[in-house]
């Protein structure tokens, strides 16, 4: 029987660069036969089983989806780090970075050195993708094979002139106008030590967003407006980033840009984008979440911890820190409102130290939650901060909170104004 | 991205509008969300108002189901707190009317079975608000309710139906939610024109209070004279919930209360609302007759009183008594233990009698509910009553 599907599992031992032991395969190939399959499906189901194909199937990155074994794409590396990880108690080098095609930007992990540096275009094939954070991200495997090509091989496309607002994370070949805020350097450890960057942000006449630029440039400059091609988006921390390289394109332009200074957005318009920076909304606070009011953090990891263990740092000494999450809503929507201790101490008016005294008293640190509940609940606040979505719904992390200053009677003539069926 | 779970939006719906939805919808197995769908195509789960409470009643047989009137400038919401929400129902307990408070929660519906619907909320979060939160409430919640109305005489005005004229709706850039429950609006509510203007006129009224409100109020002395007239047009509004302030009152005592202090800082914010909410309710009751008056809607809102009543009875007959209060109990000065003991003793034939009957007993013997829990614990406690089966008591 064995000699029966000797050439069956050479075919199949070749698809797997003979990687895997032919004992397994012959065992699982009998198993699939037992059940009848036939033997052209067995063949390409365990060639699958074991991550091998016939052949890499051509990708674009825009097209790339959580899951997708065994592909093939042409990009070129934008960014590329060394991390050192730790898998069980081995340490291993891997690469990390960002790659493009000329359809999108997408993260990527190389789990050992192909010698790889920024600006390489390549051939990958047999990548894989995986889910990194919401996000898929092409994997480079041991099995991969990597292939540099001509610089030329993957064509940045012009594209069509955005607004700040429609920039979505993964987008490549951003062209986009806008006037400078503020910037100022930062230094950064990469793969080959320190790197000077650039963080600014950036604002058209009605979106702010935040920008990185690899290259130190004179035209980066606070209060020039410029013009940007070829660009690309990623996002930090669930907001929309533009990142300025050295293939892209900076004009300083004549004219300025006015930016308005942001008027409330509505809920219900902000969790329809994927993140937004530095907005402001306004509503009322329905709910205070449980995790709200005195916490317990680790002093290593800023973990929320309970009973002073970390589960990562074991038995810590736990840190005591305050903070709000509630849902706020304005009728068009809600999301989840984060305040830090500093905030809620601004808004509620007692500081972490009175509110140990508060748990203390009550003999609970639920007291500090009830009080906020008390003071909070319906209450009107405006608050400006970062939106972002991730695991846990759509958050607003706060930078600033302040109570919602009472115009009524303007808005009410506003209204009314608006009623033309009014007697 | 799929994993987030959406948190209901809280709609901003005035009482004029909330009271006339009488379309009701399920997303299908047990656990779906339940909607009420309003006659500008709010699909209705949770809403958020902020009203002034007129009145409070427990109808619970036992302290525990408590039903609070909440005014807005167009009507009157419906609140029931009961035993699952027993934040809503102490903090509801402990309220003197009138009041400003701000409540979140979700559209409940009650069908007599005679075709028609009453809507109420059950309180999610229910908390003290003021003047000035109100009065914002009024303007979102007029501004959100034009945008509706707008969307409806749009969609009214295509002549479209079914998914037509969602697909027409959702072309124009209304949200998925709303373009659903227009679909079924439309369908559903006959002579939706006339609905709608008067809903249109409503608003206009509502948003007239928030200005006039501030001119009436403006200066302390205005106030003053007001006053006197105003506290006679609410005493009878009063009168029915004074005697459940004055038990809930009583009910105030150690433990958790204590801890949630700020809430003491009510008393003279109320104070100083008095007069102004006055205003409130004397400029709605001299308005036009599109407002329900609140005596026409006491009465149909009686069937729901009688089923919940016994729904609740029924609840209680087959629970354990709640043991925590016991502790907390003064003794009074006849004890009501003793008297308790004495109706077991009367009433007991050697089968047992239903717990209810024996609070409903005790009650009408002038026994508040706390303290006739409180008692039986206290004669189980002894040993001289006992508990045979769940909901029935003996005597020893």
Redesign the interface.
């Known amino acids: 029987m064995e000699g029966e599907f000797a050439p069956h599992v050479e075919d199949i031992k070749r698809a797997l660069d003979n990687e895997i032991d032919e004992g397994s395969i012959i065992a699982d190939l009998k198993k699939l036969l037992e059940y009848r399959v036939p033997i052209e499906e067995a063949k390409r189901s365990l060639i699958k089983k074991y991550g091998g194909a016939e052949k890499s199937i051509l990708r674009k990155l825009q097209d790339m989806e959580i899951g997708d074994r065994n592909i093939e794409v042409n990009v070129q590396v934008l960014e590329i780090n060394k991390k050192t990880i730790n898998i069980k108690n081995v340490e291993k080098v891997i690469f990390s970075g960002v790659v493009r095609d000329e359809t999108a930007a997408r993260g990527f992990t190389a789990w050992q050195d192909f010698s790889l540096s920024a600006g390489d275009t390549i051939n990958i094939k047999q990548a894989y993708v995986r889910n990194w954070q919401?996000r898929p991200e092409i994997n480079i495997g041991t099995k991969a094979k990597v292939t540099k090509l001509n610089s030329g091989a993957v064509m940045a496309q012009e594209s069509v002139q955005k607004k700040l607002s429609e920039l979505k994370d993964g987008d490549v070949s951003v062209h986009t106008v806008f006037t400078i805020l503020s910037v100022e350097p930062r230094e950064i450890n990469i793969k080959d030590g320190v790197r000077k960057i650039l963080n600014g942000i950036g604002a058209d006449d009605n979106t702010k967003v935040p920008f990185t630029a690899w290259v130190i440039l004179p035209e980066l400059e606070a209060g020039n407006t410029i013009e940007v091609k070829n660009a690309y988006v990623r996002s930090f921390r669930g907001v929309p980033t533009l990142h300025i390289n050295e293939n892209s394109k900076v004009i300083k332009l004549e004219k300025k840009l006015q930016y308005k200074e942001q008027q409330r957005v509505m809920i219900?318009d902000l969790i329809e984008k994927e993140g937004a920076f530095d907005v402001v909304i306004e509503g009322?606070i329905?709910?205070i979440r449980p995790g709200s009011g005195l916490i317990s953090r680790c002093p290593e990891c800023s973990r929320v911890i309970q009973k002073g263990i970390c589960r990562v740092h074991g038995k810590v000494i736990e840190k005591a820190d305050m903070r709000i999450k509630a849902?706020i809503?304005?009728?068009?929507?809600?999301?989840t409102l984060v305040l830090d201790a500093g905030l809620t101490q601004q808004i509620c008016g007692f500081t972490i130290e009175e509110a140990k005294e508060m748990a203390k008293a009550?003999m609970?640190p639920g007291?500090v939650e009830?009080?906020i509940?008390?003071?909070l609940?319906?209450?009107?606040l405006t608050v400006r901060g970062n939106m972002s979505?991730g695991?846990f719904?759509?958050t607003l992390v706060a930078s600033k909170v302040w109570e919602?200053p009472?115009t009524?009677?303007d808005?009410?003539?506003e209204?009314?104004g608006?009623?033309p069926?009014?007697? | 991205?799929e994993?987030?779970?959406?948190?209901?939006?809280?709609?901003?719906i005035f009482a004029f509008e909330f009271n006339r939805s009488n379309l009701y919808y399920s997303e299908g197995d047990e656990r779906a969300p339940n909607y009420i769908i309003t006659p500008t195509g709010v699909r209705c789960n949770r809403l958020?108002v902020?009203g002034v409470v007129t009145e409070i009643e427990n109808i619970g047989a036992e302290n525990n189901l408590w039903r609070a009137r909440i005014a807005d400038p167009t009507g009157v919401f419906t609140v029931y707190a009961g035993q699952y929400q027993p934040e809503a129902a102490i903090f509801l307990s402990e309220l003197n009317v009138p009041a400003y408070?701000?409540?979140?929660g979700k559209a409940r519906k009650y069908e007599p079975g005679d075709g028609s619907v009453y809507t109420s909320i059950r309180p999610?979060?229910?908390?003290?608000?003021d003047e000035?939160?109100r009065?914002?409430?009024v303007?979102?919640?007029?501004?959100?309710t034009?945008e509706r109305i707008k969307m409806m005489e749009d969609a009214l005005s295509a002549g479209l139906s079914g998914n037509e004229l969602k697909d027409y709706l959702l072309k124009k850039g209304t949200?998925t939610a709303l373009a659903d429950g227009a679909v079924r609006a439309i369908g559903h509510y006959k002579n939706l024109d006339r609905l709608l203007?008067e809903l249109?006129?409503s608003?206009?009224r509502a948003?007239?209070t928030?200005?006039s409100e501030?001119v009436k109020t403006g200066t302390p002395e205005k106030e003053k004279k007001q006053e006197p007239k105003a506290s006679v047009a609410i005493s009878n509004l009063q009168s029915g919930a004074s005697t459940y302030a004055q038990q809930a009152d009583a009910t105030v005592n150690h433990g958790e209360h204590?801890?949630?202090?700020?809430?003491f800082q009510k008393q003279p914010i109320e104070k100083s609302e008095v007069p102004q909410v006055n205003v409130a309710i004397s400029s709605s009751s001299s308005s036009e007759s599109t407002y329900v008056q609140p005596a026409d809607e006491r009465s149909t809102y009686e069937p729901i009183d009688e089923k919940i009543e016994q729904n609740i009875t029924e609840i209680k007959a087959g629970q354990e008594t709640a043991p925590e209060h016991a502790a907390e109990e003064a003794p009074a000065q006849i004890e009501p233990k003793e008297v308790l003991a004495g109706i077991i003793d009367k009433l007991d034939t050697g089968k047992g009698i239903p717990y209810a009957v024996v609070v409903e007993t005790a009650i009408s013997a002038g026994i508040d509910a706390d303290s006739v829990e409180a008692s039986i614990k206290d004669l189980m406690d002894e040993g001289r009553c006992y508990e045979p089966k769940i909901g029935v008591l003996r005597k020893v």
Do not use: P, Q, Y
């Not at chain 2, 999610?124 to 608000?129: D, G, T, Y």
């Open positions: 919401d219900g009322n329905l709910s849902i809503d304005d009728g068009t929507g809600a999301l009550a609970s007291a009830e009080e509940k008390k003071k609940l319906g209450k009107m979505k695991e719904g759509v919602t009472d009524t009677k808005k009410a003539k209204l009314l608006s009623m069926w009014k007697t | 991205m994993n987030i779970i959406d948190r209901e939006v809280a709609w901003r958020f902020v408070v701000s409540v979140v999610e979060e229910i908390n003290h608000a000035k939160l009065d914002r409430w303007l979102d919640t007029a501004e959100r034009l949200n203007s249109k006129n608003l206009v948003i007239e928030v200005l501030r204590n801890a949630s202090g700020s809430g």
